[in-house]
């Protein structure tokens, strides 16, 4: 496992998330109208200013990654599997149970109203266990690129993963919601969900390709990591503390308006995020993966693609409905969890082989 120096916005970047996370609470909640603003910049429900936030997250770990890496990662195919065996033979199921049990069961009583969906009144319980699911079926492919490489993981082996997921999301995101949400017909964004992975994924990974070829070409090596990568390293930091103010600035009023509900909704996000991750870290270690590889194999099933389950809960429920403010709530909790995650991780990376 490669060593890598933590910067001083790695070292305190749980405080600079909290900060930005009320920043853009503040902001979305005492300037409606530049949420308004920011909501309304959107091509096929894919947030413009989120997108340009999320390039520059995610260029500097592109051009970190040594392609010929990447192939050797795609020969090693046991992370690989066993990410899709969690993803999605697992976790979407695992969701709906762990969902259930606390918002239509353990915590009914404490969840009062109704909503219209479809011309019909349902229970808002339901209507969040279905936000949840909208989550269970939506593995990260953007930003688990940036936990894996503050854990210190394979960033190649991570990549690699991300682009699989990807594809399979493609094919199994509408089939696995309209069985898990039992509706007949649901309509999925595809639009949305190609235009996401091709603009959060696919742009920064054509860009720092080509733009570490070109550097190691003209320059060298030794300047392209020495020179270039060091001055490039704050800039993924910067890039997720904006993307996070952004996005509290969009959905920041749901949290000051609905606390009760969101604390209750939380708790099973935040089960099941912990109850995959500790699954796929378990089973790496049985396994006998490496760190490198253990740490994102086990982050990719814990994480979200937020962006995907709130564009399709808007549009199959409303934008004010009980199943876009769960994943909203995902969001909440997501970033300072997997924080957590990283870290322990990094305090546990002497469990598994170098």
């Not at 009914?108 to 109203?113: M, P």
């Not at 210190?152 to 309209?178: C, E, I, Q, R």
């Not at 190691?216 to 993307?243: C, D, M, W």
């Not at 909704?265 to 699954?279: S, Y």
Request: hydrophobic share 55%; proline share 5%; charged share 10%.
């Amino acid at each position: 496992m490669i060593t890598k120096q933590l910067s001083l916005f790695e070292t305190y970047l749980t405080l600079w998330v909290f900060l930005a996370i009320l920043i853009g609470t503040t902001i979305g909640y005492f300037a409606p109208q530049l949420s308004n603003i920011l909501n309304s910049m959107t091509i096929a429900e894919v947030s413009l200013p989120i997108a340009v936030c999320l390039f520059f997250m995610m260029f500097p770990i592109m051009v970190k990654i040594d392609f010929g890496r990447v192939r050797d990662a795609a020969k090693s195919p046991k992370p690989i599997l066993l990410t899709l065996v969690i993803n999605w033979l697992i976790k979407p199921f695992s969701m709906y149970l762990i969902a259930y049990f606390f918002l239509g069961f353990l915590c009914k009583d404490f969840i009062h109203g109704t909503e219209i969906i479809n011309g019909v009144e349902v229970e808002i319980y339901r209507s969040y266990i279905s936000g949840a699911m909208l989550l269970g079926i939506a593995p990260c492919t953007a930003m688990v690129l940036m936990w894996g490489y503050l854990a210190k993981g394979n960033d190649a082996l991570t990549l690699v993963m991300v682009a699989l997921n990807s594809l399979v999301m493609l094919f199994l995101y509408a089939p696995l919601g309209s069985f898990l949400l039992s509706i007949n017909q649901m309509p999925i964004p595809w639009e949305t969900i190609v235009l996401s992975v091709l603009i959060y994924v696919g742009l920064p990974l054509v860009s720092g390709y080509f733009t570490r070829i070109k550097l190691i070409k003209s320059q060298g090596e030794k300047y392209f990591n020495e020179v270039f990568l060091h001055r490039l390293t704050p800039l993924s930091i910067i890039a997720l503390l904006s993307t996070l103010v952004v996005l509290f600035t969009l959905k920041g009023e749901v949290l000051i308006n609905q606390p009760f509900d969101i604390a209750l909704i939380a708790v099973p996000l935040m089960v099941q995020t912990i109850f995959i991750f500790a699954l796929g870290y378990l089973l790496s270690k049985s396994l006998k993966f490496s760190y490198a590889d253990a740490a994102p194999a086990s982050m990719i099933g814990a994480s979200n693609h937020f962006e995907v389950a709130i564009a399709t809960a808007i549009i199959i429920f409303g934008l004010n409905s009980g199943a876009a403010v769960a994943t909203v709530v995902g969001l909440f909790i997501e970033v300072p969890l997997m924080l957590l995650l990283v870290k322990f991780c990094l305090k546990t990376s002497h469990w598994f082989k170098k």
